[in-house]
């Protein structure tokens, strides 16, 4: 059966010495909890060879927030899936919408960024949502098909099986507005039928789907307690150790 995760995306937050010491506190914390679920973190590039010497990755995944959409080569300031997985990470946060909205990101750009990803051996966690435009015009199930087909669905089955989804509506993110219930569930158990379609019913039952969103503590409990909620992509509450683990309590 699919996994139940909860992870955290920092953003541009926190120094290397904060993102440590958050990590390092979280790490602590799990060592000495039985949770129900799978915990990781995602951190800036430069964090991530140090957060993953400094915890257990086994008990605390690490994910990158993005990486560069060729292998190698002359693209200054970029960093390769390569580089991130050398750093110890095991996943990559691919798609997000703020990467898409800031830096341009395409569908086609975000297909070689996953294929990358996969070759190299990290997990993506790819990012669909859409803006408060598009789901007031009752466009965000036309939306999020496309960019699931855009991206993933030249993947094999077998490769397909390594991605997990995280559906982010733009219009909840940091604005403190959260889905409801019933508007995650509505659009999770879409996607997944869209899934279906594509993969058959075991790799899209095997699929977790995530949701983004203002998630915190005291709404996770009823975002994940419907049956095609399989966690949470969390910013803002991720960046403390107690609001984190407040959502990871939750399952
Ligand atoms: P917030 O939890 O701050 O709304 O951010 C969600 C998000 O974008 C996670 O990727």
């Known amino acids: ?14 120094n290397l010495q904060e993102g440590l010491e958050l990590a390092k506190n979280l790490d602590a914390v799990l060592a000495n909890e039985k949770v129900n679920c799978d915990v990781i973190i995602g951190t800036p590039f430069i964090h991530l060879a140090s957060v993953c010497a400094a915890v257990d990755t ?18 200054t300031g970029e960093v390769s899936a390569e580089m991130v997985k050398s750093t ?33 051996g990290l997990t993506p966690i790819f990012c669909i949502g859409e803006v408060l435009e598009e789901r007031k ?3 965000h ?16 089955a077998e490769d397909f099986g390594k991605i997990i989804l995280a559906y982010e509506p733009v219009w909840a993110i940091g604005t403190g507005e959260t889905a409801t219930p019933e508007q995650a569930e509505e659009i999770h ?17 095997n699929c977790s789907i995530l949701y983004g969103g203002s998630c915190k503590p005291s709404n996770a409990k009823e975002l994940f307690a419907n049956p095609n909620v399989d966690g949470g992509l969390i910013g803002g509450a991720s960046l403390k150790v107690e609001d984190f683990m407040g959502i990871v309590r939750a399952w």
């Open 189 to 205: 158990a879409y996607i997944r039928g869209v899934l279906a379609e594509k993969y058959g019913q075991e790799v899209a039952d």
């Open 141 to 156: 199930f036309n939306v999020v098909k496309a960019q699931i087909e855009g991206s993933l669905f030249s993947l094999s």
């Open 88 to 120: 110890g990470a095991n996943y990559v946060i691919l798609g997000h919408s703020e990467r898409r909205a800031y830096y341009g990101e395409t569908p086609e750009m975000l297909k070689t960024k996953v294929e990358l990803a996969l070759a190299n």
């Open 58 to 75: 086994q008990r605390l995944g690490v994910a990158a927030e993005n990486c560069a959409d060729h292998a190698s080569g002359a693209y």
């Open 1 to 14: 059966m699919r996994k139940k995760i909860v992870a955290g995306n920092w953003k541009m937050n926190k």
């Open 137 to 139: 015009a009752g466009e």
